[in-house]
């Protein structure tokens, strides 16, 4: 795929263009942008500082998350699983997302009347956007999300907390490690898993947001900057609470013949039963790092062309726009010199 794939869509009604054809997936305008820019000197480190970052945070979360269910284990709050664990691992490098799911499909051991599958894998190696065409193409596919859950859960943990977020917002870690897990257990008590209107959903039944559905606010008070500062930190300590939570929810779904996909990480997929594991792999870890700053290359473009006034008869040239755009990226990484 090259830049001719990226062409100009004019939308009268909105008085903008779009520099990408929407019939294209968000996966093929990212590798479309990575096969565009592959020897720009700015994109080449960008990424390389992307895939650093990306592979020490995997880490962060990674040990955090592993402490987080070895303290519920120890606790008594969540049963370890007596079974063997046997994950297939998928080399995706080079493989399409239809092509992931066909790998994906032919290793299935259970039956498609209620069952789970989960898929593992470090950052950007393509988690969401597989779990999300998989469950699409199930006629009975449902996704869960633990991050849902620690969304949720962060939510309340501000709104419990009141008066007192200066002092976490400054202490963190150290504030966080200080609650006792009673005060969680407490707010996972104000979330419920039901069918709304026939379908699965997670609805909130404590504090100021009473009543609202996870469907309905995902995508925007669960996605507010506060909250994602501290999801880290709320999914660390419970981590092992989300599982056992998990563990109920999926088990009502598998009950009433779902095909639940669940996507996340690997040392917390581990604790939930199912023989249908997965694992998506990337053997050239700069890959990481191209598809963030692809993706964050292809927001700043659409950015661009909403807020800046352009003329639809004469638009600039995507390469303008490909320059606008890792500038910005360039200057928000508070580089000053090029590159070498």
Same mark, same amino acid.
């Given at each position: 795929?090259?830049?001719?794939?990226?062409?100009?869509?004019?939308?009268?009604?909105?008085?903008?263009?779009?520099?990408?054809?929407?019939?294209?997936?968000?996966?093929?305008?990212?590798?479309?942008?990575?096969?565009?820019?592959?020897?720009?000197?700015?994109?080449?480190?960008?990424?390389?500082?992307?895939?650093?970052?990306?592979?020490?945070?995997?880490?962060?979360?990674?040990?955090?998350?592993?402490?987080?269910?070895?303290?519920?284990?120890?606790?008594?709050?969540?049963?370890?699983?007596?079974?063997?664990?046997?994950?297939?691992?998928?080399?995706?490098?080079?493989?399409?997302?239809?092509?992931?799911?066909?790998?994906?499909?032919?290793?299935?051991?259970?039956?498609?009347?209620?069952? @789970?599958?989960?898929?593992?894998? $470090?950052?950007?190696?393509? %988690? *969401?956007?597989?779990?999300?065409? +998989?469950?699409?193409? !199930? &006629?009975?596919?449902?996704?869960?999300?633990?991050?849902?859950?620690?969304?949720?859960?962060?939510?309340?943990?501000?709104?419990? @907390?009141?008066?007192?977020?200066? $002092?976490?917002?400054?202490? %963190? *870690?150290?504030?966080?490690?200080? +609650?006792?897990?009673? !005060? &969680?257990?407490?707010?996972?008590?104000?979330?419920?898993?039901?069918?709304?209107?026939?379908?699965?959903?997670?609805?909130?039944?404590?504090?100021?947001?009473?009543? $609202?559905?996870?469907?309905?606010?995902?995508?925007?008070?669960?996605?507010?900057?506060?909250?994602?500062?501290?999801?880290?930190?709320?999914?660390?300590?419970?981590?092992?609470?989300?599982?056992?939570?998990?563990?109920?929810?999926?088990?009502?779904?598998?009950?009433?013949?779902?095909?639940?996909?669940?996507?996340?990480?690997?040392?917390?997929?581990?604790?939930?039963?199912?023989?249908?594991?997965?694992?998506?792999?990337?053997?050239?870890?700069?890959?990481?790092?191209?598809?963030?700053?692809?993706?964050?290359?292809?927001?700043?473009?659409?950015?661009?062309?909403?807020?800046?006034?352009?003329?639809?008869?004469?638009?600039?040239?995507?390469?303008?726009?490909?320059?606008?755009?890792?500038?910005?990226?360039?200057?928000?990484?508070?580089?000053?010199?090029?590159?070498?």
């Amino acid at each position: 795929m090259t830049t001719y794939h990226l062409h100009y869509k004019l939308i009268a009604l909105r008085e903008i263009f779009t520099p990408f054809d929407r019939s294209l997936s968000p996966a093929e305008i990212t590798n479309a942008i990575i096969e565009t820019l592959l020897t720009n000197p700015k994109f080449i480190e960008l990424s390389r500082i992307e895939t650093g970052r990306t592979v020490q945070r995997d880490q962060m979360d990674a040990g955090r998350l592993h402490l987080g269910v070895k303290r519920s284990i120890d606790e008594g709050k969540l049963k370890p699983l007596r079974t063997t664990i046997n994950t297939k691992k998928i080399s995706v490098d080079g493989l399409t997302t239809q092509e992931i799911i066909g790998e994906i499909k032919k290793g299935l051991k259970t039956s498609s009347s209620g069952r @789970l599958i989960t898929i593992s894998g $470090k950052s950007g190696t393509g %988690k *969401g956007t597989t779990s999300e065409a +998989l469950t699409a193409s !199930f &006629f009975n596919g449902v996704a869960y999300s633990n991050g849902d859950v620690f969304r949720v859960l962060t939510y309340l943990t501000i709104e419990a @907390l009141g008066a007192n977020i200066p $002092k976490l917002r400054k202490e %963190k *870690g150290k504030y966080f490690s200080q +609650l006792p897990t009673h !005060f &969680f257990e407490k707010l996972l008590k104000g979330i419920k898993f039901e069918f709304s209107e026939g379908k699965p959903d997670i609805v909130i039944k404590s504090g100021r947001i009473w009543g $609202k559905r996870v469907s309905e606010i995902k995508n925007s008070r669960l996605k507010a900057r506060d909250i994602s500062i501290l999801v880290p930190l709320v999914a660390a300590r419970t981590q092992g609470l989300s599982i056992a939570f998990a563990r109920k929810a999926i088990k009502e779904m598998i009950a009433k013949g779902y095909t639940v996909i669940q996507e996340g990480r690997q040392v917390s997929l581990d604790h939930l039963p199912t023989s249908d594991r997965f694992e998506l792999v990337l053997n050239d870890a700069k890959i990481i790092g191209q598809r963030r700053i692809a993706q964050r290359i292809a927001a700043k473009i659409e950015n661009i062309c909403r807020t800046q006034k352009y003329s639809k008869v004469y638009p600039p040239s995507i390469n303008d726009l490909y320059q606008e755009a890792i500038n910005a990226l360039w200057s928000e990484e508070g580089k000053k010199a090029e590159p070498n």
